[in-house]
């Protein structure tokens, strides 16, 4: 799919699927601590721990800032991910960053759904860009089809999905 452009408040906000490479971002939210196959019991071994794969999301932006653990299984998940957005906003906002990236992986793996995450993004940008800043744009990456066209209606509804009274 081809990248997708927004404008909300001051800001550009740009949609891409798949991989990105962020070199050239001053700041990037990505993925910490990402299973990487399910856990297992070293070979040979009888009892003791299994070992427990994980990983984390490369990056070669100047500065990488990672999403919280969290799960489908989290009741306040809407609010870890719009906190998570928010805090990350304002931290690229007192960096005086220019251009920062928001990599979707982190919730994605935790397998919230896909409207819920993208609602919660475009808020937090939403409520951010109404406030006149050193930012730039913002781009967010998602991993998959769903998550994508999940942002496309979210950002060609944005009103539909913030409160008015808060800006």
Same mark, same amino acid.
């Given at each position: 799919?081809?990248?997708?452009?927004? /404008?909300? #408040?001051?800001?550009?906000?740009? +949609? &891409?699927?798949?991989?990105?490479? !962020?070199?050239?971002?001053?700041?990037?939210?990505?993925?910490?601590?990402?299973?990487?196959?399910?856990?297992?019991?070293?070979?040979? /071994?009888? #009892?003791?721990?299994?070992?427990? +794969? &994980?990983?984390?999301?490369?990056? !070669?932006?100047?500065?990488?800032?990672?999403?919280?653990?969290?799960?489908?299984?989290?009741?306040?998940?809407?609010?870890?991910?719009?906190?998570?957005?928010?805090?990350?906003?304002?931290?690229?906002?007192?960096?005086?960053?220019?251009?920062?990236?928001?990599?979707?992986?982190?919730?994605?793996?935790?397998?919230?759904?896909?409207?819920?995450?993208?609602?919660?993004?475009?808020?937090?940008?939403?409520?951010?860009?109404?406030?006149?800043?050193?930012?730039?744009?913002?781009?967010?990456?998602?991993?998959?089809?769903?998550?994508?066209?999940?942002?496309?209606?979210?950002?060609?509804?944005?009103?539909?999905?913030?409160?008015?009274?808060?800006?």
């Amino acid at each position: 799919m081809e990248p997708r452009e927004w /404008t909300l #408040g001051h800001l550009k906000v740009i +949609l &891409r699927l798949g991989t990105h490479e !962020d070199k050239d971002m001053d700041a990037m939210l990505k993925a910490d601590n990402i299973p990487l196959g399910a856990s297992m019991m070293p070979s040979g /071994t009888s #009892g003791g721990a299994p070992l427990d +794969l &994980r990983g984390k999301e490369a990056s !070669d932006a100047r500065r990488v800032e990672y999403w919280p653990q969290m799960t489908i299984h989290d009741p306040k998940r809407r609010l870890f991910i719009y906190k998570a957005v928010a805090e990350f906003l304002e931290s690229a906002h007192e960096m005086e960053d220019r251009h920062i990236g928001i990599s979707t992986l982190g919730p994605e793996i935790g397998m919230i759904p896909a409207w819920e995450i993208s609602e919660e993004v475009a808020k937090a940008i939403y409520y951010y860009a109404q406030n006149d800043g050193p930012l730039e744009s913002v781009e967010i990456v998602t991993t998959t089809a769903s998550q994508f066209n999940s942002f496309v209606f979210t950002l060609n509804n944005i009103e539909m999905f913030v409160d008015r009274t808060q800006t």
